[in-house]
């Protein structure tokens, strides 16, 4: 399978997230308080205002330096300098441990999916949800997908569901998907 991803809804930004797992991983942990489509276009941005995205490279930048290619105009985000430092803080840990290769994350070791799901878990900025629609992301989606993936990932792991990011594949998944969220606000505020 030859993953296109179209999270952002920009095909320059896509095909960022399709080639670039750190593009990706930057892309899943700035999915927070802002639209999806806005969250993942951001590594485009951001790569764009730095010459590229490499792990050593960021985690070797100045905070400030870095905030300021956050902060745009526009922002990667509605809170950059949270996001720059949460981006850079994930950048660090991904040369400490894994010498900047993300895909090592899934790779080294041959991991099985509770495995790859302990390290995702493991990230900065990343809890259990995050990890998990990370995690089905990689498995819907990018063809990454290692012994017991879909039991780790739980329901965003279920085929057919229209869940998170992980479940995104053109714009009618995209409104399935907000409306989806939307009855489980809808839900938990009757509750």
Known sequence: MTARLCLAQEPGADALLTR???????GMLLDQQVPMERAFAAPKLLADRIGGLDAHRIAAMNPDEFA??????????????SMARRLQALSEYLVERYDG????????????????????????????????IFLALLGKQMDVQPEG?????GPYGEDGARRSAADVVDDRTLQEVRAFKKQMRTAAKKS
Request: aromatic share 8%; net charge neutral; with cysteine.
């Open 101 to 132: 290769r993300v895909e090592a994350l899934w790779s080294d070791g041959d991991p099985d999916g509770v495995e790859v799901l302990r390290r995702l878990k493991d990230l900065p900025g990343f809890g259990d949800q995050k990890a998990r």
């Open 68 to 81: 300021a290619a956050c902060a745009g105009p526009p922002a990667i985000h509605r809170f950059p300098g």
């Open 149 to 153: 993936w879909r039991g780790a990932a």
């Open 20 to 26: 670039e797992p750190l593009a990706l991983l930057f």
